[in-house]
């Protein structure tokens, strides 16, 4: 923990954001060292619940009573912590639909077949010429199976979405509650996966009825990209209809649907990050730790040179 404070001074940051990798000894030993906290990331510190379920995959939107009712207990003391510390902000995973996850996989696994040489942006605009016939036929073919399979996905989490979302709503409700005056403002994050809760109609629901002193929305670049690049909803609907609500971004670069790369390593359209994004927020850099130092070391000069921060 001593080098990690080391490095994130040396590289630029101003804060961390604490998270659910974090054991209870981990994040004393982490606090003690005196860095300033912007953030946290629910569920944390992480441990094994009652259920013999790690916090961290817990669910808000569980079905289960029981494992509802423990992710709600985790996350009323992250609240706490955030308090205690002085955080401002808490982002929060508002559960998922459960669906056939093997859907989610062979989309992905489509999608990055369909975009490697020589099936490079075959769907998508300004596509490559295929170098013969039968490259350009089985181009065809992947397309259509990625179409089929994410059409399937939108279908089947339609149909099951109604109580996974119904107890969300009723786990965020009851932190909102929980977080009156304790200074912390909850953030519902965007997700990676399809299947996960919120999809812009659902947050627009929740934020409708969630107070917004309370509770607001983070947006996650990364995963909002991924999102659009599968064909589900534009980067830009995010922004468009939630800016006002907007408490703070998990900032990090993309190369195809791969995210949590480092700022400035990717593809990521950082002019439109930039354009949207209000000046007041908490800004994170969420950076994978597979990432060289290097990289993770020219984060933020390359954020500032882009005018994010």
């Not at 569980?62 to 709600?72: G, I, K, M, P």
Request: glycine letters at 6%; a negative charge; aromatic letters at 8%.
């Amino acid at each position: 923990m001593d080098r990690f404070v080391q490095d994130v001074r040396e590289f630029g940051f101003t804060h961390v954001e604490l998270n659910s990798i974090l054991s209870p000894e981990k994040l004393n030993e982490l606090l003690k060292l005196g860095i300033k906290v912007s953030s946290i990331h629910c569920p944390c510190p992480v441990t094994t619940s009652r259920l013999g379920i790690p916090a961290a995959s817990l669910q808000l939107s569980s079905l289960d009573e029981a494992e509802r009712t423990e992710a709600l207990r985790f996350a009323r003391a992250t609240i706490e912590l955030a308090s205690q510390v002085g955080a401002k902000g808490m982002v929060v995973h508002a559960g998922q639909v459960e669906v056939d996850s093997h859907l989610e996989d062979r989309l992905h696994q489509l999608y990055n077949h369909c975009h490697c040489e020589p099936f490079a942006s075959c769907h998508s605009e300004g596509e490559k010429r295929p170098k013969n016939l039968a490259q350009g036929k089985l181009r065809e073919a992947i397309s259509k199976q990625f179409d089929t399979v994410r059409q399937e996905l939108i279908e089947q989490r339609a149909s099951h979405a109604r109580p996974y979302f119904e107890a969300a709503r009723r786990s965020l409700i009851e932190l909102a509650d929980f977080a009156q005056g304790r200074d912390v403002k909850l953030g519902i994050e965007t997700r990676f996966y399809f299947c996960e809760i919120p999809r812009p109609e659902e947050m627009e629901q929740l934020l409708q009825e969630l107070p917004s002193d309370l509770m607001g929305y983070w947006h996650d670049v990364g995963h909002a990209e991924v999102n659009s690049r599968l064909g589900f909803a534009p980067h830009r609907v995010w922004f468009e209809k939630f800016r006002s609500r907007l408490i703070g971004v998990h900032l990090h670069d993309v190369r195809g649907i791969r995210d949590h790369c480092a700022p400035g390593t990717g593809d990521l359209d950082w002019d439109f990050v930039v354009q949207n994004l209000p000046p007041s927020i908490i800004k994170v850099c969420e950076i994978g730790e597979w990432n060289p130092r290097g990289a993770c070391a020219r984060a933020v000069p390359f954020l500032k040179s882009r005018g994010i921060v």
